[in-house]
């Protein structure tokens, strides 16, 4: 079962000054550090958000704090739509703080790299318990299993896993793709939307721009030769027809 959060008002809060939000840091290896940027530039810059202009956010390895006095947890990613940026340079800024923010994240990744931290174990039983709405765990180097990539949906407070890696409630989903990111090839998990069609970098979008207008010029820089062949055929049909004319008059065959 869930425990229902309760939030106080911001005013009445504790001062958060007081909480440590930066934690111990793990050292990260370079294909993580690499697909977190891809993740959250792919989202930010290339997606529209749920529908009608609500806002959302895409945080990687920022802190959670769900309940005062409990202590934060660090998602790899996490998606929160309806929340607007807070100012840069305030402290609740660079953390999320449930309370502050009015919920909790719709959907929380993590990256598995060994089997400590217990991503299908103890972390889920905490997401379940805050009540994150989508838990999703990918699992590049197949540690804990054949399965790369896992998806929980919470229902009645307990978390049930999907067939597939789609999550209407946020109109989004997640697809593994090869290819090349940064200069690194492998296999990249990619956002994706009710079609399957990958969410596209921003490096994406430009190089499909480009090639749909040099597609655009050669269909038109062939149509043109197309128009050109026609008129010049046109034009040999015409002196054609108008040789003959020339030598039926000069035979007499015409007046």
């Not at 440590?20 to 370079?30: F, L, M, N, R």
């Not at 409990?70 to 703080?97: H, K, N, W």
């Not at 970098?201 to 269909?219: D, F, G, L, M, Y």
Request: aromatic share 10%; proline share 7%; hydrophobic share 35%.
């Amino acid at each position: 079962m869930s425990q229902e959060l309760i939030y106080p008002p911001p005013e009445v809060c504790p001062d958060i000054e007081a909480i440590d939000t930066e934690g111990e840091k793990s050292v990260e290896s370079t294909y993580p550090e690499k697909l977190y940027r891809l993740l959250a530039e792919s989202l930010v810059n290339n997606w529209p958000g749920p529908g009608d202009d609500r806002p959302f956010q895409v945080f990687t390895g920022v802190g959670l704090f769900h309940q005062w006095g409990q202590p934060g947890l660090c998602p790899d990613l996490m998606l929160a739509l309806d929340i607007v940026p807070e100012a840069a340079d305030s402290r609740q800024g660079r953390t999320y703080f449930t309370w502050l923010r009015g919920k909790v994240p719709d959907l929380v990744l993590e990256v598995v790299s060994d089997r400590v931290a217990d991503e299908t174990g103890h972390k889920l039983r905490q997401y379940q318990r805050i009540g994150i709405p989508y838990y999703v765990v990918y699992d590049p180097r197949a540690v804990l299993g054949d399965r790369l990539l896992r998806s929980f949906e919470l229902r009645g407070g307990r978390y049930f896993p999907l067939e597939n890696h789609f999550y209407p409630n946020i109109g989004l989903g997640f697809v593994l793709v090869d290819g090349v990111y940064e200069g690194m090839s492998g296999t990249w998990l990619r956002w994706c939307d009710h079609n399957g069609n990958v969410i596209p970098t921003s490096r994406e979008r430009i190089e499909s721009e480009i090639t749909r207008a040099e597609a655009e010029k050669a269909r038109a820089e062939a149509e043109k030769a197309r128009a050109e062949a026609e008129k010049a055929r046109a034009e040999a049909e015409k002196a054609r027809a108008e040789a003959l004319e020339a030598r039926l008059r000069e035979l007499g065959g015409l007046p």
